[in-house]
């Protein structure tokens, strides 16, 4: 929700239970959803071989068949790294986008869509500080299980290593920059995403205000589901291209991308528009819900309970 302060000295005190608030929403939406956003990325790196065949068929064949091959814990490969970075990561996101529309609003109180719109693509580009390392860590712990069932079908073998071990790998042969491969793509991704999200949840939250409290606490949930899905499907094709150009290991027969525009054109000429769609609606699922969730968490106020700020 909208952050109301009387005076811009008092922002640092406002967005403080904010922050505490987005860091809550993300390690509980990342706990729910990961398994789908799993699917998603192995969807999302699947290409068609050259007779059509297909490694995963649908969403629910990649699920059946990575539980069959890695089992239950094998769904949250991956998930340490997104749930200790989600917490800066969506609390950098949505206080930002606070502070923004504050700072944005006009002397008689309204706000604009060009400012709320200019309000969540600076809150996007702020977060990709910290998502573009954490997707990369993210994607090549969740592929790996995909090369792996490819490679053995060849009958080789690929020693998996851990997320510790690639940050090291990374540091050791590229420095700091290592872990920003793809940051271009990130930004594009997450800040046209944020152009769209955080006018639309205004948009869809006010229109369950019934009085001076603001929507219930149900309304917030479900406008952030739908603003999260609609944003989603909105900017897959950005994240299509960003998770295809942060995958280090690539499989057999597989494409290495130097650029966004080199990713795009390769992609459209092998595997047609389609392939910019790839994975949308495991995104959709997983978007709605995480979205939802930090808008619930937010209403509820948990950040100003523990730090004695709730009425």
Aim: positive net charge.
């Amino acid at each position: 929700m909208p952050v109301k302060l009387l005076n811009k000295g008092s922002i640092i005190i406002i967005l403080l239970p904010k922050i505490i608030n987005g860091s809550i929403a993300g390690i509980v939406g990342v706990s729910v959803v990961f398994p789908l956003d799993l699917v998603k990325t192995r969807l999302q790196n699947q290409t068609v071989g050259p007779k059509g065949e297909k490694q995963y068929k649908s969403m629910l064949d990649c699920f059946k068949k990575t539980y069959a091959a890695e089992g239950y814990f094998g769904m949250y490969r991956g998930s340490a790294v997104n749930i200790l970075l989600i917490t800066p990561e969506k609390a950098i996101k949505l206080a930002a986008n606070d502070m923004f529309r504050f700072y944005l609003t006009l002397p008689d109180g309204s706000l604009p869509v060009v400012r709320q719109m200019a309000a969540g693509g600076l809150a996007g580009a702020c977060q990709i500080i910290i998502t573009t390392p954490m997707e990369l860590l993210k994607i090549q712990m969740q592929d790996a299980g995909r090369i792996a069932a490819q490679a053995k079908a060849e009958g080789r073998q690929i020693e998996r290593i851990t997320a510790t071990q690639l940050t090291k790998k990374l540091l050791r042969e590229r420095g700091i920059f290592g872990l920003y491969k793809g940051i271009t793509a990130t930004a594009f991704r997450d800040v046209s995403f944020s152009i769209v999200y955080f006018p639309l949840f205004a948009a869809l939250n006010n229109l369950g205000s019934k009085d001076s409290r603001g929507p219930p606490f149900w309304w917030s949930f479900i406008a952030g589901c739908a603003s999260g899905s609609v944003s989603a499907l909105v900017v897959n094709p950005m994240d299509v291209v960003k998770t295809r150009m942060q995958t280090l290991t690539k499989g057999t027969g597989e494409r290495q991308y130097s650029s966004i525009l080199d990713c795009v054109v390769t992609t459209m000429k092998h595997e047609g528009p389609t392939a910019f769609f790839k994975g949308g609606a495991c995104r959709m699922m997983v978007i709605a819900p995480l979205f939802g969730i930090a808008q619930a968490v937010y209403y509820i106020g948990i950040g100003e309970a523990i730090l004695g700020l709730k009425p």
